[in-house]
């Protein structure tokens, strides 16, 4: 009795702690990838998202005033941007209203 009791102590000084401190480690990362995943962080990194290809749409509409780029190869470009615009806006804005649905009907 006395052997199991001494086997007790041993795991639960050197196993369990162990077990213990890689459960810490593993909850930590586990926290920090939960608060990147968040919905506010994910609506603004959408957001700017958005916001980056409304200004790359204008910046090549500039480049065509400038005469730095062909018409043909202005437009082509410019929808795909604009495309990409509109998505990343309807998105984020259906997301938001979802995430305040949500956070409303709680």
Do not use: W
């Not at 410019?78 to 309807?90: A, E």
Request: glycine content about 2%; hydrophobic content about 40%.
């Amino acid at each position: 009795m006395l052997e199991l009791k001494n086997q007790c102590t041993v795991i639960r000084t050197t196993e369990l702690a162990t077990a213990e401190e890689k459960f810490h480690v593993l909850d930590k990362r586990v926290r920090e990838a939960m608060s990147f995943l968040a919905p506010g962080v994910l609506l603004e990194r959408l957001q700017e998202a958005a916001k980056a290809a409304e200004k790359e749409s204008d910046d090549l509409h500039q480049d065509l005033n400038d005469r730095k780029i062909e018409l043909i190869d202005f437009i082509q470009k410019y929808k795909k941007l604009r495309t990409i615009y509109h998505r990343r806006t309807l998105l984020y804005l259906a997301a938001k209203h979802h995430v305040q649905a949500n956070s409303a009907g709680k």
